[in-house]
């Protein structure tokens, strides 16, 4: 028996990195996940970074992983996951806001002037906006049956400066705005809270790492799932109300909940 059976989450930008890892650590646990992406693959074995690939590594832990391809930068198709979810599900504990566009090519090491201005919209659109658009829709669902934990998944770079300033105002605003829901949701007994994993082994970073771009302590560095066995233990803490409109990173919940990194188990 996993601590989450039963339980049915949506986590979004789940084809790689970060969100895959959540969706690993929610099945893992024994939860029902739909997971959201926009690249897939139909080999066998699947590509990697595909919400096919996610699918198969998700459920051969447990639980039950369903991939949902969706552009989050189209509130429609958005709308149509969550009415789907509450069609088949009847319910929803869980909305893990993690999708994320990377400017192309990322924004770092410039001034703000010296990039595009798209790189705004990159970063504070799909990375910020979509994570207000998700909870619009699943929020309704958690009002109505009078619990459920929304995650917005941050950095540190909304704390300091990491990468660029487009960055950093998007994180800030990521945890100010799951401080606020944590306001307008508390009674109904709906929590919001903001999470930061740190020096992650992400995709993304393993590759700067290669180029030469980035350091990474391999005896520091997190594995993605060890974020998604955080969102289980939130989940399932006896206190959650009272950490609601929090701002955590993985390693501090760690040592309250005593959750371990797989990759050090």
Known sequence: MGILDGRVAVVTGASKGIGKGIVEGLCEAGATVYFTGRTQSFDDPPAPMTLQATEVSANALGGKAIPVCVDHNNDEEVEALFKWV???????????????????????????????VSVWDDQCGVGLRGYYVASVFAAPMMVRQGSGLIVNISSRGGREYVFSASYGVGKAG??????????????????????????????????????????????????????????AALATAPDLMERSGGIYTVNELAEVYGFTDPDRD
């Open 86 to 116: 509450g069609e088949e599900q009847g319910r929803l504990d869980i909305l893990v806001n993690n999708v994320y566009q990377i400017p192309d090519p990322p924004a770092m090491g410039k001034g703000f002037w010296e990039h595009p």
């Open 174 to 231: 990521v945890d100010r705005m799951a401080q606020d829901f944590a306001v307008e949701l508390r009674e109904h007994n709906v929590a919001a809270v903001s999470v930061s994993p740190s020096k992650v082994k992400t995709e993304f970073i393993l590759d700067m790492v290669e180029q030469g771009k980035m350091q990474l302590d391999e005896e520091q560095a997190q594995s993605v799932r060890f974020s998604g066995r955080c969102v």
